[in-house]
């Protein structure tokens, strides 16, 4: 075999798989009933009409396994159909017959590659032999060979429009779990940074400054409190339609992520120019990739005292850029959050950078042109 050819064998069966049966397939097998009986009541000129008319009524019972078994309900169709036109000494005269194109556009439609090249070669076969059939002229082949393509064509197109759709379903539920990776891992791993950093503070603390202790220890109750109350806000929006959503984090919710108590690292936040000129995605992408930076300066720094937040508006878009003064890299090799950082800025046609400073310490670099705010 050439390659198309056994690529077309080696085809599986349509996806997604086709129901088992349908209400419409009952309906169906009811009018073609209905069909052949008034057809052979009115057409008194059909020879063996009546003969026909019982062929067909049994046969169209193939229309409920036609999509399970479409290579075996085509073939039983044509067989039968040609034994019977060989008695009756002819083709068949009703237009009842035209129920078997549903059974040629199952085959095309559900089965496997190989299932359709014997489908295929069977319809040619049967073609052919109607040539020996007395009555049968050249038109009536060509016009039958012409339906016949045109039925197949309607059945691969929509069986490629199918898989299409299902993989392009496929596609967005990546898209969402990658999207709530992100979010679970910029959202809740920052206060979890921040709890694991004010526990070791407390215990280094816990037999010199008990009041230290307890400011550590009430810090820790709030990050967890926000941690749960964000993790309840995600799930409610997964399990249900309608569930209440939390605010979109914006521009001005940065300065939650300063800190200037005296404790390490203390977080600066200077923002530039006018928020109001940021639209609330990009403001929500920027509060979420300095969170991130400002979590992995907490995590991964080494002597990091001081982390700086700086987010400046132009007229060309919006830079932000969150500096530690640690020693050596935040970070030896890009994690996923590094990553979910880079996939947030290219969503809105920008770029983030991260690497460390000639100075020491380490830059996240984010430039987010205004040409890509409207994505």
């Known amino acids: 075999m050439t390659s198309p050819v056994r690529a077309l064998w080696d085809a599986p069966r349509a996806v997604p798989a086709p129901p088992r049966f349908v209400w419409r397939d009952a309906v169906l097998v009811g009018a073609v009933v209905v069909a052949a009986l008034l057809e052979a009541a009115l057409r008194t000129d059909v020879p063996w009409r009546w003969p026909w008319a019982v062929a067909l009524i049994g046969l169209s019972a193939a229309l409920l396994w036609r999509r399970t078994h479409p290579l075996a309900m085509l073939a039983v169709a044509l067989v039968a159909g040609t034994v019977m036109g060989w008695a009756a000494g002819g083709d068949p005269r009703l237009f009842t017959t035209a129920y078997f194109l549903v059974l040629l556009y199952a085959l095309f439609r559900w089965a496997s590659g190989r299932e359709m090249i014997l489908g295929g070669a069977l319809v040619v076969l049967g073609t052919a ?29 929509l069986r490629w429009r199918a898989r299409a759709r299902a993989r392009d379903l496929e596609q967005a539920r990546l898209a969402e779990r990658v999207q ?8 809740v791993a920052h206060h979890v940074s921040a709890i694991a950093i004010q526990a070791q503070a407390g215990t280094l603390v816990v037999a010199k ?104 508006i132009t007229a060309d878009g919006l830079q932000l850029t969150v500096d530690d003064d640690g020693k050596g890299a935040a970070s030896t090799a890009p994690g996923y959050g590094i990553r979910g950082m880079q996939e947030r800025a290219a969503m809105l046609g920008g770029r983030c950078e991260a690497g460390p400073r000639p100075d020491g310490g380490w830059r996240v670099a984010v430039s987010l042109p205004r040409t890509g705010w409207g994505a």
Request: glycine share 8%.
């Open 209 to 312: 400054d008990p009041a230290a202790t307890a400011q550590a220890l009430r810090t820790i109750e709030a990050e967890a409190t926000q941690t749960l109350r964000e993790m309840r806000a995600m799930v409610g929006v997964l399990r249900a339609d309608h569930a209440p959503l939390s605010p979109t984090p914006g521009l001005a919710d940065l300065q939650a992520l300063a800190v200037a108590d005296g404790t390490a690292p203390q977080v600066a936040v200077r923002v530039q120019g006018d928020p109001v000129e940021v639209p609330s995605p990009v403001a929500a992408a920027v509060f979420r990739l300095a969170q991130e930076a400002v979590t992995n300066a907490r995590r991964h720094g080494h002597g990091v005292r001081r982390i700086d937040i700086d987010v400046n």
């Open 129 to 157: 032999l109607s040539l020996t059939t007395a009555g049968t002229t050249l038109g009536d082949i060509v016009g039958g060979i012409a339906v016949a393509v045109a039925t197949a064509s309607l059945g691969v197109a």
């Open 180 to 187: 709530l990776a992100r979010d679970l891992h910029d959202t």
